[in-house]
């Protein structure tokens, strides 16, 4: 059973930092594209930064220069560094990776499927 951990959220003050980190268990497959993700009270849950599968990196307007991407292939983890906090950026933040799989529901695929997975979420609250 592939389960996603994301962890390092908190409790900061505006202009403050912090570093989310995105993990598999139960799996040896690499994290491939992996999708940030988080939810505010009250709305829609946005797409907050990305690495692609040729691993290039994107973020929202309102993240840029603010947020970055990085992963430890190691570790088989990804980090989202988060720099100079407003209170808009008070939600749960979710990691949304993709694992490319061999067997999935009882069928073969010999060119692999990629699959998405999504972890329970972190909260982040940036107080004022």
């Known amino acids: 059973q592939v389960q996603i951990v994301e962890s390092g959220g908190g409790l900061v003050e505006v202009g403050g930092s912090l570093r989310l980190s995105c993990s598999a268990s139960?799996?040896?497959?690499?994290?491939?594209?992996i999708g940030w993700y988080r939810q505010a009270p009250g709305k829609q849950r946005e797409l907050v930064a990305g690495?692609?599968?040729?691993?290039?990196?994107d973020y929202a307007d309102s993240v840029k220069n603010r947020f970055t991407l990085s992963r430890d292939a190691s570790k088989n983890t990804a980090y989202l560094q988060m720099d100079n906090l407003n209170t808009e950026d008070t939600a749960v933040y979710y990691c949304?990776?993709?694992?490319?799989?061999?067997?999935?529901?009882?069928?073969?695929?010999?060119?692999?499927?990629?699959?998405?997975?999504w972890g329970q979420g972190t909260l982040v609250n940036v107080s004022s």
């Open positions: 949304r990776p993709e694992l490319l799989v061999s067997f999935h529901g009882g069928a073969f695929y010999p060119g692999g499927r990629y699959l998405e997975y």
């Open positions: 139960g799996t040896t497959r690499d994290l491939d594209a």
């Open positions: 690495f692609t599968r040729v691993g290039s990196t």
